[in-house]
């Protein structure tokens, strides 16, 4: 008779865990598997890599996930080998191949398709994506042998590096605006050489500010205790590291929170990080942490400054965006202060 299987007790978790996602896994696999190794009650990521592809991708816990937008919209940066010569139906390894052509790719035709695809681009969006067409995903309809009519989207690439692996491979560098298909700029590159191309590789090593050095594997978190664990955690507040930061006194803090405007000096600014103590008086599950952190869950903690949320300031109003709720930020606190 087998033994019953031990219920996960889930728990409040904020911040943020960059993750290195491994190969063959989804997004939302890695995010499940993350999600149970810290007991988090709520969890989302924040933009998806193929199962085929590795590297960073930030996980958003708790309060976090408010914020998850941001990082879906930032720039990436990703690492390709492309096979020169073969075109398949997926535009990577996994499809069966639909082309042949030789190759005769010199270092100056490199500098010329370098220069051809640096800057604003427009590029077909492929067939194999979770793009959706009268509520069908694309790649649904490829599967069933189907292809439908894409609008070709405008993309960025702000940086592009190629260079030559092997007689038939290269390598592509690449940092790109949201919405770019590296798959798809592989292709497109393959067309311009001549010769045709596709994927067999795929790594992203940056998004917005976050780089692949900075993240922990799956592996690595799986071999770790709990509180090692949420020592992996950044705070919400590193998902607006490159906002205007602004800091409220008590009494504009607490009004903030309650979705009010407040006044002040501040120059217009779009995208603002908001700070202020912390709210006083605010009850706190006591799962959040456990052993001797516990006892000091019952009172709060307003000698630290605190993350309240996202605003942007017009005409020197500061309005607010996205907000953080008290119970959020006293859990946020004991989580960072839990040893």
Known sequence: MNAPRTRVQ??????VLLLDKPLGLSSNQALQKAKWLLRAEKAGHTGTLDPLAS???????????????????????????????????TGDAEGGVIAERPVAVTAE???????????????????????????KALYEYARDGIEVERAARDVTIHKLALGRVED???????????????????????????????????????????????????????????????ARLLPTEALV??????????????????????RGDWPDAAEVAVFGPAP??????????????????????????????????????????????PIEIQQTLLTEATP
């Open 109 to 135: 035709d490199l500098v010329r398709v370098e220069a051809q695809f640096t800057g604003p681009i427009r590029q077909v969006p492929p067939m194999h994506s979770a793009l959706k067409k009268d509520g």
């Open 241 to 262: 590291a490159g906002h205007t930061s602004v800091t409220l006194g008590a009494e504009d803090a607490a009004r903030f929170l309650s979705g009010l405007r407040r």
């Open 168 to 230: 038939d491979q290269i390598r592509i560098l690449a940092t790109v605006s949201k919405g770019t298909y590296i798959r798809t700029l592989g292709e497109d590159i393959g067309e311009a050489l001549g010769c045709g191309a596709h994927l067999t590789a795929l790594r992203r090593i940056a998004t917005g500010g976050f780089e692949v050095s900075q993240c922990v594997t799956l592996e690595a978190l799986e071999a770790m205790g709990e509180e090692e664990r949420l």
């Open 55 to 89: 590297g960073v991708l930030p996980l958003c816990f708790g309060a976090a996930t408010k914020f998850s937008q941001l990082h879906l919209d930032a720039d990436k940066t990703y690492e390709a080998t492309a096979r020169l010569g073969i075109k398949t139906s």
């Open 10 to 15: 889930r728990r409040p978790v904020h911040g």
């Open 280 to 325: 006083s008086h605010t009850p706190v599950r006591p799962e959040l942490v456990e052993g001797p952190a516990q006892a000091s869950t019952s009172s709060a903690r307003t000698d630290e400054r605190a993350f309240l949320g996202t605003a942007h300031v017009t005409a020197g109003e500061l309005i607010p965006g996205r907000l953080l709720n």
